[in-house]
Each structure stands twice: as C-alpha cells, then as structure tokens.
C-alpha cells in the first residue's frame, strides 16, 4: 500500500493583539498560520474572530536567521518589520525577535512588538511552528499588550512578495544541492577483461548460431472446421476478460465500492496529493480562515467515513 520548537518572535500587534511566525531544522522559507490573543473577550459572544494572519519569511543560515514578519486582518490592521532569530537543532525550538518596523497601517489603537516560543514539529510533508507570544508597546518596552497562542504552517508561495534575502539563500541552497549531487555521482566501472593477456588489448569473439528456420502456420483445414474445433484458446477460469482490457485478475464488480454521487455529479479539485509509506495515517482538519461554519465529509475508498462534520480552530 503506497502510503509527506518552542520559538521566540516579536511582532506587531493592534489593541493588545500581536502575531508572530516560524520555522525548522533548515527554517529557510515561508511560513503562515494565525495568532490570536488570550485576552480576547470578543471570543465569549462567538460571532467575533479575533485572530490575526501572519506571513514569515526566514533565510537561515546555520543555527541564525534573518527574517520578515508580515500581520494583517482585513482593513484593521497591517504592519511589516524586520526580524532576527535562532534555533536550537536538538530541541528544535526557536527565538524569533522583531526589530525595526518597516510598514504599519492601522484604523486606531497602537502597534506592539511580540517575542514568540514555538515547537517546531512535521507531519509527513508537513511542517509545523506551535506555540505562545508576549507583546510590548513599540514605543515603550515597558508596557505589556498581552499574550497569546500561534500557529505557522509552512508554504511554498507568500500572500506579498518573496523578499530578496530569501531568494539569494534559496539560490545558495540550490546550487550546494546541485553540488553534493555531483559529488555523490556514482563513477562508472572500468569493463572487466574477458581475454588476452594482463594488460593486453581485450579480444571479443562473437558466437556464430544459425538462425533457426522459420515453419509457416498451418492454417485449420475444412474437417477441423466443420466438426466446429475452436482455434482459439479458451479464457482460464477464475479471470475477467473484458473486451478492449488487457489486464487480468480484475476484482469481480460486486468486490467494487460504487462512486457516491456527491463524488460522481460534481467537479472536486485536487488540490495536493500525498504519498506516504505507513499503513496507517492520522488526518487533523481544521478551518483555518474565519470560522463561518464550514463542514467537511471525508470518504476513503469511496466509503464515507465523516460525514458533515463543522470545522473550527480546533482540529477533527
């Protein structure tokens, strides 16, 4: 059966809320997720999100990073900053520390600087930042504005722009792959001497067979045909043979499951296929855009296994 770090970051942050993002073992790369704070009262009525996108990206460079932080919510909030960070390989954790701000837009309130601990963690492909900030005032280090959860998912493709210094250390990174590739390249073995002396010229001779004569096909005479003999050979039992299908050992229709017809009468788009080499896999699901009471149903060989199930911040 064919089966993909507590972190430190400072962020920005409106009204006592802030964000953060991060990544692992080589963090190089895109990360985006949500933060939210855990002082958010909104919450309690449940029709208010109070969670804030984020976008990092991280160029890495051994156990140090350089790094750009991105939090946004609609047309609440905006901002941008510089970040710097580490990571420890053994524990996989990670510090993260937003310096200068480079773009803010805000409808009211102040910006604040966030300081994050994540564990780093991966799921077949997937890769994974988890854990908690704490957030001053951008102007005065002194004044708290809360603290919160985060949670980073890392991505190929950013919601802005790639920032240069990430796209000159994936460059770096591709050409010492390239390198080690070449390094790792098999030589080829020097052919073995069939013959001649040692060290002498290698002497190959071709064997002479004669081509065995060719008997024409006897075509079925009129008595054979008459008597109603068939030519051809007959299907072994225990096979399906389907007209036009040069397969064979076919499962007999009623083994099959029948296509639903929620799968059968619409288009379903594939958005990524997975290849994993265990015989069995865990699936978390979650919303992670505004919770506005999505559901989900999940079919495995056609058989559903969940049916309607409403998706929160919280995984199924």
């Known amino acids: 059966m064919k089966n993909s770090i507590r972190f430190i970051c400072c962020l920005f942050m409106l009204n006592?809320?802030?964000?953060?993002?991060?990544?692992?073992?080589?963090?190089?790369?895109?990360?985006?997720g949500h933060f939210r704070s855990n002082e958010g009262l909104e919450?309690?009525?449940?029709?208010?999100?109070?969670?804030?996108?984020?976008?990092?990206?991280?160029?890495?460079?051994?156990?140090?990073?350089?790094?750009?932080?991105?939090?946004?919510?609609?047309?609440?909030?905006?901002?941008?900053?510089?970040?710097?960070?580490?990571?420890?390989?053994q524990s996989k954790k990670v510090l993260l520390k937003e310096g200068k701000l480079l773009e803010v837009r805000l409808a009211s309130g102040y910006v604040c600087i966030m300081t994050c601990?994540?564990?780093?963690?991966?799921?077949?492909?997937?890769?994974?930042?988890?854990?908690?900030?704490?957030?001053?005032?951008?102007?005065?280090?002194?004044?708290?504005?809360?603290?919160?959860?985060i949670f980073l998912h890392r991505v190929l493709e950013s919601d802005f722009h790639k920032e240069p210094f990430l796209m000159k250390k994936e460059k770096e990174l591709l050409a010492l792959e390239n390198e080690e590739h070449v390094v790792k390249k098999p030589s080829v073995p020097a052919p073995a001497k069939t013959s001649g002396s040692p060290g002498g010229p290698v002497v190959k001779t071709p064997s002479k067979k004669t081509p065995a004569k060719k008997q024409p096909a006897k075509a079925p005479d009129s008595q054979s045909l008459a008597a109603g003999k068939k030519t051809n050979q007959e299907p072994q039992p225990g096979k399906i043979q389907i007209p036009g299908d040069s397969s064979e050992n076919i499962y007999p229709p009623e083994n099959r499951v029948p296509v639903p017809p929620v799968l059968r009468n619409r288009t379903n788009s594939v958005l990524k296929t997975l290849t994993v080499n265990h015989t069995s896999v865990e699936i978390r699901i979650y919303d992670d855009g505004a919770i506005d009471n999505d559901t989900v149903?999940?079919?495995?060989d056609n058989k559903l296994l969940i049916s309607r199930a409403r998706l929160s911040d919280q995984p199924i």
């Not at 996108?53 to 919510?73: C, D, G, L, P």
Request: charged fraction near 20%; glycine fraction near 10%; proline fraction near 1%.
């Open 117 to 149: 601990f994540l564990q780093y963690t991966r799921l077949g492909d997937d890769e994974y930042l988890q854990g908690t900030y704490y957030s001053t005032n951008s102007n005065d280090s002194t004044v708290g504005c809360g603290k919160g959860s």
């Open 16 to 32: 006592g809320f802030s964000l953060s993002l991060v990544h692992a073992q080589n963090l190089t790369g895109i990360w985006r």
């Open 43 to 89: 919450r309690v009525a449940g029709s208010y999100d109070d969670r804030y996108k984020m976008e990092v990206q991280i160029a890495q460079t051994r156990n140090h990073f350089e790094a750009v932080t991105y939090s946004y919510k609609s047309a609440e909030f905006y901002g941008k900053a510089e970040a710097t960070g580490s990571l420890n390989p």
């Open 297 to 300: 149903s999940v079919y495995y």
